[in-house]
C-alpha cells in the first residue's frame, strides 16, 4: 500500500464510503440524474480501486457543470483522499501537462 501505513478493514472501509460519498455530493441532484450510470458506478464500486477508476467520470460530469478548472481542482482533493488505498502501481503520476518546461 501506498506510505507503508497499516490500513485496517474497518478504517479502509470508512475511507472508502468517504470517497464514495464526496464523489456522489460533488455530482449532486443535477449529476445524479442527468448521468445515472456514473452515478450507479459509484455506488456500487466494490473497494477504493473502483472508485478509483471512476475519477475521470466524475471529471467529466464536473467538467461540464462547474468547468474544467473546477473539476481539476475537486478531482485533486478525491484523489488525495486515496492516499495508503492503493496499490503503488495506480498511485497518481504527475502528468506531463502540468509540468512547466
Sequence with gaps: MLNG?????????K???GI???M???LGEFGEKHYPKIALRIRY???AQGLWYARGDVMAVISAMQGETIARQKVSSIT?????LL???LGS??????LSN
Design 15 to 17: 475511507r472508502t464510503e
Design 80 to 84: 488525495k483522499m486515496f492516499e495508503g
Design 45 to 47: 464500486a466494490q473497494d
Design 5 to 13: 501505513g497499516e490500513v485496517t478493514p474497518s478504517s479502509l472501509e
Design 93 to 98: 503520476r504527475r502528468s506531463s501537462l502540468t
Design 24 to 26: 456522489l455530493n460533488e
Design 20 to 22: 464514495r460519498q464526496l
Design 87 to 89: 496499490p503503488g502501481s
